[in-house]
């Protein structure tokens, strides 16, 4: 399982359940990174998508214990989940928010890919900071691009301890 996630210059990751920022660049190597693949998220982050519909031509699981919808599977514990999940190549499986399911998730995610922004969103939802985790170290690491006049690098951060669900 990896998680995908855009942080901000403080590892902010959200503000107000919305996205810190609109980078075009970051949203379509979003797209074209999850699109045919499982996409696992909080009930927050899936509100938080237009109309709070689920995400097109991908497998939405949501973890919830009030959301009650058929386009997606719904998942009422972390236990349901791995269940639910374990029908899924590990490798087609990605974490995709928001700061709840991150954090819980994250010691099962065998790789983050980190957009990083150079710039300071005022979050008020935090990314964990993965320089400072002792399991966790930078692995590749993009030069920098400029989208939507933000600077952006695209780096992978790959976990030494996995744990298994
Ligand atoms: N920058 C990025 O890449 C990125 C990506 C995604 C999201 N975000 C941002 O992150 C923010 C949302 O994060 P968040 O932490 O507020 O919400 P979240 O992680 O999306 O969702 C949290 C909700 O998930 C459910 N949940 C979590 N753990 C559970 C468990 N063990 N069992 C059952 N249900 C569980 C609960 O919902 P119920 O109350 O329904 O049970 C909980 O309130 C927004 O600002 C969003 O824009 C940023």
């Known amino acids: 399982m990896k998680a995908i996630v855009a942080v901000d210059k403080n590892w902010g990751i959200g503000k ?7 980078i075009p660049e970051d949203m379509k190597f979003f797209r074209q990174t999850t699109l045919g693949k499982v996409v696992v998220m ?20 949501v973890l919830s214990k009030r959301v009650k919808r058929d386009d997606c599977i719904v998942a009422t ?7 639910k999940i374990k029908e899924f190549d590990d490798s087609e499986v990605f974490v995709i928010g928001g700061a709840m399911l991150y954090k819980t998730l ?7 890919l980190v957009t990083k922004v150079n710039a300071d969103g005022d ?31 695209f780096t992978v951060y790959k976990n030494h301890s996995v744990q298994t669900f």
């Open 123 to 153: 979050a008020d939802v935090f990314f964990e900071n993965l320089d400072k985790l002792p399991n966790w170290s930078l692995f590749s690491e993009s030069d920098s691009l400029i989208s939507n006049g933000k600077t952006i690098k």
């Open 16 to 22: 107000n359940n919305d996205l810190l920022f609109s």
């Open 42 to 61: 909080g009930s927050n982050t899936l509100k938080s998508f237009p109309n709070g519909n689920p995400l097109k031509n991908r497998t939405n699981v």
């Open 106 to 112: 994250l010691p099962y995610c065998e790789e983050v």
């Open 77 to 83: 514990s972390l236990e349901e989940l791995f269940i």
